[in-house]
C-alpha cells in the first residue's frame, strides 16, 4: 500500500490513520482477500475546532495484535452510529446508541494507540520470528502448523515458545489461532455464499458440530444467524 510516508505491506493486523487530504493507494490477491474495517471521524478538542497538528496525531501505519477484536468492537459501533441514524427518522430508543458507540470509540482508540512495555527478555531475533508467524496465522488460519512444529522453527522448546508468544502477543499461541480462525469465518460468512461446512473445513476444523459451538461461545450466536444478522444489515 502507497502511504504519505512510504510503502508498507498489508497483512492482517496492519491499522493506518489516515490524514485528511493524504492519497491512499492498495491493491490486494482477489484468490486472498484482505478483510477491511473502517472508522472515518474527525478529531476534536472542543465542539468548534478541529485538530489536524501532525505533532498530536500517532504514528501513521502499526500493527495489532488482536485483530478481531478491533474488528469486532468497531463493527458494534458502526452498528450502533447506524441505529442513531434511523433514530433521527423517528426511532427515538435507538438514540442512546449515539452515546454508547462514542464511549466505545473512545476506548478503542486509548486501547489502539496506548503505549506498552516491552516485554523483557526477548530476543530481537524471537520477536521477528514469532510476530511473523503470527501475521502467517492471520493470513492462513486453515493450514496452520502445531505450536510443536512453530516452537522447533523457533529453536525452543514447545512451553518456552508458548511463553514467548504470550510475551509478544498477549495470549497463548493456541488462543491465537482460535482468534485468526474465527475472524476468517466471519469474514468468510459475509462475503461469500459458502456451506457452513465449508467454512469449517476452510479454517481448519474437521467438525462443523465443533465450530459451530465454538463460533456460538465466541460471537455470541451460531454461524447461521450470524450471517443472517449481517443479511439484515446489508439491507437495512
Not at 463493527?75 to 452510529?81: E, F, N, R, S
Not at 478503542?108 to 494507540?113: A, E, G, R, T, Y
Not at 473445513?201 to 465466541?218: H, N, P
Request: proline letters at 7%.
Amino acid at each position: 500500500m502507497q502511504t504519505r510516508t512510504g510503502n508498507i505491506a498489508l497483512k492482517p493486523g496492519v491499522c493506518i490513520w489516515m490524514r485528511p487530504g493524504g492519497l491512499y493507494l492498495a491493491r490486494h490477491d482477489p484468490e486472498n482477500p484482505l478483510g477491511v474495517t473502517y472508522i472515518h471521524f474527525t478529531p476534536k478538542t472542543n465542539p468548534d475546532e478541529s485538530v489536524f497538528d501532525e505533532a498530536r496525531l500517532p504514528q501513521e501505519y502499526f500493527l495489532v495484535r488482536d485483530p478481531l477484536y478491533y474488528t469486532t468492537v468497531s463493527d458494534k459501533i458502526v452498528h450502533l452510529l447506524r441505529m442513531e441514524g434511523r433514530a433521527v427518522a423517528g426511532n427515538k430508543g435507538a438514540k442512546a446508541g449515539l452515546k454508547q458507540a462514542t464511549h466505545l470509540f473512545h476506548a478503542l482508540v486509548l486501547d489502539l494507540f496506548s503505549v506498552a512495555s516491552e516485554p523483557p527478555g526477548i530476543s530481537g531475533v524471537h520477536r521477528a520470528l514469532i510476530e511473523k508467524q503470527a501475521a502467517a496465522i492471520f493470513e492462513q488460519p486453515g493450514r496452520v502448523p502445531s505450536v510443536r512444529e512453530l516452537a522447533r522453527a523457533a529453536s525452543v522448546s514447545p512451553d518456552h515458545y508458548g511463553r514467548l508468544f504470550r510475551a509478544i502477543n498477549g495470549c497463548a499461541p493456541r488462543e491465537w489461532i482460535q482468534r485468526a480462525r474465527l475472524q476468517r469465518a466471519s469474514q468468510l460468512l459475509r462475503e461469500t455464499a459458502l456451506s457452513i461446512s465449508e467454512i469449517a473445513s476452510e479454517t481448519g476444523y474437521a467438525d462443523v458440530f465443533q465450530f459451530s459451538r465454538l463460533f456460538k461461545r465466541r460471537m455470541g450466536m451460531p454461524p447461521g444467524r450470524w450471517r443472517d444478522g449481517d443479511r439484515k444489515k446489508a439491507s437495512g
